[in-house]
């Protein structure tokens, strides 16, 4: 079956289920079994593929240059920039770093990875010059709430952000009471990073485990389709293993029931008053 997909602001279409890299290229003797993996998901449909300056100091983006490599045509990239990067300058020789580790010449997605000290205006300025250039088809930004974003939407050019990356999964549903519902109404996708937790307490919860016992299933891929459930949610999960790639995969078929829904409402409450902007 084909992947959902999900549309950015600019009209593009990119898969609903993409493939994160954090944690990759930090050890040479992984190195193969991540670029088969990354492959793997590829060949699969899982085209969309997430990776950074930050992981790895830039390693990450070693192992998605060899992944890639005969098939560049076939992927979307994102990448990012460090805040300590992102003035004007600064973000532009960042994405000529980034392009070169990938071995390509453009990068589908630039984001921000989190604010800093340099001002929005600098980085969204240094963002349309490599628009122009083409050496980025669109950017966007990661770690924003709603005040930040409404603060870079009154940047000039700050409306041309095309998704905002953030902490998202079962375990951790803050974005829900109002960053969510924003991002819908400014037709703005979120794109969920560690949609699976950030180590394996949240997968152990006993209501994720009956709902996958139920099913035949694994409580990743449970916790996986509560992501990609929600409308304008794109979700990113890492893999490095064979299976645990075609599980993300599986995952993107499966509709939970209203029943099994409430069942992780009631184990993983969603919000009810404002929280704190969630980030790993």
């Not at 009209?11 to 190195?31: F, I, K």
């Not at 390693?59 to 990012?80: C, F, H, M, P, T």
């Not at 003035?87 to 980034?98: L, V």
Request: include cysteine.
């Amino acid at each position: 079956m084909t992947l959902p997909t999900i549309a950015l602001p600019s009209g593009t279409s990119v898969p609903a289920l993409g493939q994160g890299t954090w944690r990759m290229g930090e050890d040479r003797r992984r190195h193969a079994d991540e670029v088969t993996a990354l492959r793997r998901g590829i060949e699969l449909g899982m085209t969309l593929i997430d990776t950074a300056e930050m992981y790895g100091d830039g390693g990450a983006e070693l192992v998605v240059a060899e992944a890639i490599k005969g098939r560049r045509d076939e992927v979307q990239l994102v990448s990012k920039v460090l805040p300590h990067n992102a003035s004007r300058g600064g973000t532009i020789a960042a994405c000529e770093r980034s392009l070169k580790r990938l071995g390509t010449d453009h990068i589908e997605l630039y984001l921000l990875h989190w604010r800093g000290r340099h001002p929005l205006a600098e980085t969204v300025d240094a963002f349309e010059t490599l628009q122009r250039s083409g050496a980025i088809g669109g950017w966007g930004v990661s770690n924003f709430d709603v005040d930040d974003m409404e603060e870079l939407l009154a940047v000039p050019g700050g409306k041309a952000c095309a998704t905002n990356q953030v902490l998202y999964n079962l375990g951790a549903r803050g974005i829900e009471y109002d960053l969510l519902a924003w991002s819908a109404g400014h037709a703005m996708p979120i794109m969920a990073y560690s949609p699976l937790g950030n180590d394996n307490r949240m997968l152990r919860h006993p209501s994720l485990q009956r709902i996958a016992n139920a099913r035949g299933i694994t409580a990743a891929q449970v916790a996986l389709a509560f992501v990609l459930a929600q409308p304008g949610v794109i979700a990113i999960p890492k893999a490095t293993g064979l299976d645990h790639v075609a599980e993300n995969r599986a995952a993107a078929d499966l509709t939970l029931t209203a029943q099994e829904h409430a069942a992780l409402d009631a184990a993983f409450p969603p919000p009810r008053r404002k929280q704190p902007l969630e980030m790993i």
